[in-house]
């Protein structure tokens, strides 16, 4: 089974730029997470797809991020204008999905590190 | 503070010694999870324990979990080198659908 894809791995950026991160879940996978993780912490959940829908955005900073996961299944996290400060890892992952009163197990991938200068 | 704080923040043994990592918390959850993070392999999902349950096996790991004392812990049994890693809580609350993380335990396996 494929895992979860991730691109780029890596990308310096000058900040006030734009970058862009793209995320592949494994297949079948209805829900999909973008992770925020600083170095020396854990990750920090951005934003949470269920399906194409947004299930949590609330760590989300809205007036520079940005995701959509457009058909359910790829899914894009943007960052217009970057900070020095967001300089980090983002990770994806997905899982099975999310029932009321279920929760499954997530699957990452392997990351992009993100330096901003 | 974060929903999952894990203790220690750093932990070093020797090799074949048993590790023993503690997560504590603040929210009612649905279950606990316990993922695994090293440069080789990112982040893997270990093991997960529901609130109904009170332990739980899975290899040379056991997971308990205390819902009076809002806690848990992870005992890796019988370590090896290759075990370094660093070792995340993550908590699914009750009634919503949100995963939080701790900030880790960073284990150091000596051979």
């Known amino acids: 089974e494929a895992g979860v894809a991730q691109s780029p791995r890596y990308k310096i950026i000058e900040k006030r730029q734009s970058v862009a991160f793209w995320c592949n879940p494994i297949?079948?996978?209805?829900?999909l997470y973008w992770y925020q993780q600083i170095l020396g912490q854990g990750p920090k959940l951005l934003i949470q797809?269920?399906?194409?829908?947004?299930?949590?955005d609330s760590q989300l900073p809205k007036d520079r991020f940005s995701a959509e996961r457009l058909k359910g299944v790829d899914s894009t996290l943007k960052i217009q204008p970057a900070k020095l400060e967001d300089s980090a890892v983002y990770l994806c992952?997905?899982?099975?999905?999310?029932?009321?009163?279920?929760?499954?197990?997530?699957?990452f991938g392997p990351g992009t590190r993100l330096t901003v200068l | 503070s974060q929903q999952g704080e894990e203790d220690p923040q750093a932990l070093s043994i020797q090799e074949g010694e048993n590790a023993t990592m503690n997560c504590s918390y603040k929210t009612s959850i649905n279950n606990l999870q316990w993922y695994r993070q090293n440069s080789g392999r990112g982040l893997v999902h270990l093991i997960l324990?529901?609130?109904?349950?009170r332990e739980k096996h899975s290899g040379r790991l056991r997971v308990t979990l205390d819902t009076s004392k809002k806690s848990s812990s992870l005992l890796i049994t019988a370590s090896r080198a290759a075990d370094t890693a660093s070792y995340f809580c993550?908590?699914?609350?009750?009634?919503?659908?949100?995963?939080?993380f701790g900030a880790g335990t960073r284990l150091f396996v000596k051979a």
């Open positions: 797809f269920q399906n194409n829908g947004v299930v949590d």
């Open positions: 992952a997905s899982s099975l999905g999310q029932l009321a009163g279920r929760y499954n197990e997530q699957f």
């Open positions: 993550a908590t699914a609350l009750t009634g919503g659908f949100k995963t939080i």
């Open positions: 297949s079948g996978h209805a829900t």
């Open positions: 324990i529901r609130s109904n349950e």
